[in-house]
């Protein structure tokens, strides 16, 4: 068990660029979701799969914001288009989805900032 | 809808102190309740969970947190603050959509400062 792991760690971007942050959960689950968090706030559903199929998403996803998870393994969200308000840590988890009791197991997260 | 409010952004308490954070949560159905800690440039870990199986759950560290349907809390506790429990702490209940149970949704955190 390596843990859920993300890339970058970091990114820097101008206005209007598009970004792409990867996310690599633990083997073996089947769940993955996707947070967002501001600064002082705590983190916010974007949108989860169950293997490849996206099940849910926040109305927080604008059309912007797009998330994949290609044959049910790591998952790639991107945001097109940036703004300045999009600047947040992006947070991934995964779990080995059984049920509602299903714990959520966070990687270290993405801090992008928009110039 | 479910929802959670922490109660105080920040609560400082002495070395050896009891440790409170409170958690207050509003749900329409029945609540399955998380507690997680974040330490400075690390991600969420698990400190513990309500699952419905036992009211008084004890989690890692040494924290345990009481569900308590009648007052809708779900308060951690610590009898003794080390300083390694300086961190941020965040309640978090699972959410339910039309699809059945997806994300998590959190409060807004509480950071714990222990003064020596």
């Known amino acids: 068990d390596t843990g859920v792991s993300q890339d970058p760690r970091h990114k820097i971007t101008k206005r209007g660029q598009n970004v792409t942050f990867r996310c690599d959960p633990i083997?073996?689950?089947?769940?993955l979701y996707w947070y967002r968090q501001t600064l002082g706030q705590g983190p916010e559903f974007l949108t989860y799969f169950q293997n490849e199929a996206q099940l849910e998403k926040s109305r927080l996803l604008s059309d912007r914001f797009s998330a994949e998870r290609p044959k049910g393994s790591f998952s790639t969200l991107e945001i097109q288009r940036t703004e300045q308000g999009d600047s947040a840590m992006y947070l991934c988890?995964?779990?080995?989805?059984?049920?509602?009791?299903?714990?959520?197991?966070f990687g270290p997260g993405t801090r992008l900032t928009v110039l | 809808a479910q929802s959670v409010t922490q109660l105080g952004s920040h609560v400082s308490v002495s070395e050896g102190a009891l440790v409170l954070l409170r958690c207050n949560y509003s749900?329409?159905?029945?609540?399955?309740l998380f507690w997680y800690v974040q330490y400075p440039n690390q991600g969420l870990q698990l400190l513990l969970k309500y699952t419905s199986a036992a009211t008084l759950v004890k989690g890692i560290n040494g924290f345990e947190a009481e569900f308590k349907k009648s007052e809708t809390s779900f308060h951690l506790t610590k009898p003794s603050a080390h300083m390694s429990d300086a961190a941020e702490y965040f309640c978090a209940v699972r959410t339910y959509s039309g699809g059945g149970a997806d994300g998590l949704t959190f409060g807004k955190g509480t950071h714990l400062i222990i003064q020596p």
């Open positions: 083997s073996e689950h089947n769940r």
């Open positions: 988890a995964s779990g080995p989805g059984q049920g509602v009791t299903d714990t959520q197991y």
């Open positions: 749900s329409s159905v029945p609540p399955y």
